[in-house]
């Protein structure tokens, strides 16, 4: 049986919108229902969130990006969060995860989904755990009851898509904390864990998963199951307690395959370089080709300022080998919660990393992109160049003062691309940039 069969929600989004999503994806509409029917694509849209854009994830869709807002504990604006939203659609991102932990988190999340049509995805962990530590409680100190309440309230709110930590164990987690340099940096993964030395039970996500499977059915809520043990610096990336939560995740999203739920794979932070390829290549191995959605991964760890560039390194190569969601990573990372500008960087390294993973794929829309560029910088045609460009703005800005020129202000009369044209060339008399 297939998803589709199973999920009546999924199936009518498909067929009201598959014409239009094939023709973005440049795929046949049967690909795509193949696809989707065998969870190794999945579709954003959970129909209470008015206007949502249906959004593909998987092979053979186009590499999406994902931007991360909300609110923390030391910082609390609202406003700058709702402008985030906004500008992270406006720099091309695909889809928005709220992971905001202080204010009114329902009414945030309600601003968010009514501001913004891209698929919104969630961590209820966090309201779970901002509700305790809001009263004097411990961040652990939530029941099973409330879980399952607190994950139906965000899926009849318009939640697309939720970050659900099923997947880590008391084993994984006794794992995580014994042997690791940085133990369990996961936020979900790390309260999980708390949860479960406090009440000496298991994780109950995970005892409570068939009843999470039915909530999430009944509006089309894709699960992205979360990656609690996930390696949080490179020495950690690749141990037991990653490995074991993985083939973990590969089962239960068999058994909601089974039951018609959507689910993607959360996948590594902190990788070396030179274990990406495996690292990826074993996750989609264990999880049965199912959409891959990976934060980074950082390719190094000394990068504190620059981590944006450290996430599209490694971005770019889990791209290549198989993922198909990128989480991005701005210069705050580590450091401080995103401003706007940190988020529009954050955006474009992404995309960069998976533009350059497309055209390496040969993938024919992103190899057309390329050439288009490289025939424009050829003509010197910089309105071309412009709309080939990841990110116009920047370049209409770096470009202003010399908009009026046909060469950039690098080479000027000695541009390389017009030095064999036989064009007269005049070199100015004095140049206008050059110190008094």
Same mark, same amino acid.
């Given at each position: 049986m297939s998803i589709r069969s199973k999920n009546p929600i999924c199936s009518s989004i498909l067929r009201n919108h598959l014409a239009?999503?094939?023709?973005?994806?440049?795929?046949?509409?049967?690909?795509?229902?193949?696809?989707?029917?065998?969870?190794?694509?999945v579709v954003l849209a959970n129909p209470a969130h008015k206007g949502v854009i249906p959004t593909l994830i998987g092979q053979p869709a186009t590499v999406k990006v994902n931007a991360n807002i909300g609110t923390s504990m030391f910082v609390t604006d609202v406003a700058m969060e709702l402008d985030k939203a906004r500008?992270?659609?406006?720099?091309?991102?695909?889809?928005?995860?709220?992971?905001?932990?202080?204010?009114?988190?329902?009414?945030?999340?309600? #601003? !968010? =989904? /009514?501001?913004?049509?891209?698929?919104?995805? &969630?961590?209820? +962990?966090y309201a779970l755990a901002q509700r305790h530590v809001s009263r004097g409680g411990d961040p652990s100190d939530f029941t099973e009851d409330e879980i399952l309440a607190e994950i139906a309230a965000q899926a009849a709110a318009g939640v697309d898509f939720m970050t659900l930590h099923c997947g880590i164990t008391r084993r994984g987690a006794h794992l995580a904390a014994a042997g690791r340099v940085?133990?369990?940096?996961?936020?979900?993964?790390?309260?999980?864990?708390?949860?479960?030395?406090?009440?000496?039970?298991?994780?109950?996500?995970?005892?409570?998963?068939? #009843? !999470? =499977? /039915?909530?999430?059915?009944?509006?089309?809520? &894709?699960?992205? +199951?979360?990656?609690?043990?996930?390696?949080?610096?490179?020495?950690?990336?690749?141990?037991g307690a990653q490995w074991e939560e993985v083939i973990n995740l590969g089962e239960l999203a068999r058994r909601a395959k089974a039951k018609?739920?959507?689910?993607?794979?959360?996948?590594?932070?902190?990788?070396?370089?030179?274990?990406?390829?495996?690292?990826?290549?074993?996750?989609?191995?264990?999880?049965?080709?199912?959409?891959?959605?990976?934060?980074?991964?950082?390719?190094?760890?000394?990068?504190?300022?620059?981590?944006?560039?450290?996430?599209?390194?490694?971005?770019?190569?889990?791209?290549?080998f198989g993922a198909d969601f990128l989480c991005y990573l701005t210069p705050a990372e580590h450091l401080t919660l995103p401003a706007p500008d940190d988020v529009w960087a954050g955006i474009k390294a992404s995309l960069v990393a998976a533009q350059s993973a497309e055209t390496a794929l040969g993938r024919p829309a992103a190899v057309a992109r390329d050439l288009g560029m490289s025939q424009a910088r050829a003509a010197l045609d910089w309105e071309a160049m412009t709309g080939?460009?990841?990110?116009?703005?920047?370049?209409?800005?770096?470009?202003?003062?010399?908009?009026?020129?046909?060469?950039?202000?690098m080479c000027g009369a000695l541009c390389a691309m017009r030095m064999m044209t036989g064009d007269n060339f005049q070199c100015p008399e004095k140049d206008k940039d050059a110190p008094q």
């Open positions: 239009a999503l094939a023709e973005a994806e440049g795929l046949a509409p049967q690909t795509i229902e193949a696809a989707v029917d065998a969870g190794t694509m500008l992270a659609r406006k720099a091309g991102a695909h889809a928005l995860m709220d992971l905001s932990t202080a204010g009114d988190l329902e009414a945030i999340r309600r #601003d !968010i =989904l /009514d501001a913004v049509p891209l698929p919104l995805g &969630t961590v209820p +962990l940085t133990g369990i940096v996961s936020r979900g993964g790390s309260i999980l864990g708390r949860w479960m030395r406090r009440h000496d039970a298991e994780n109950p996500f995970l005892t409570r998963y068939d #009843d !999470i =499977l /039915d909530i999430c059915l009944a509006h089309n809520v &894709t699960i992205s +199951l979360g990656d609690g043990l996930r390696p949080g610096c490179g020495a950690d990336a690749g141990d018609g739920v959507q689910t993607m794979i959360e996948g590594p932070g902190h990788v070396p370089l030179h274990l990406v390829q495996g690292q990826i290549q074993g996750i989609k191995r264990l999880t049965d080709g199912a959409p891959l959605y990976v934060l980074g991964p950082l390719t190094t760890d000394c990068a504190p300022g620059y981590d944006h560039i450290a996430g599209a390194i490694g971005g770019a190569l889990a791209a290549y080939f460009a990841l990110d116009p703005e920047l370049v209409r800005t770096r470009r202003a003062k010399h908009s009026q020129e046909k060469e950039c202000a």
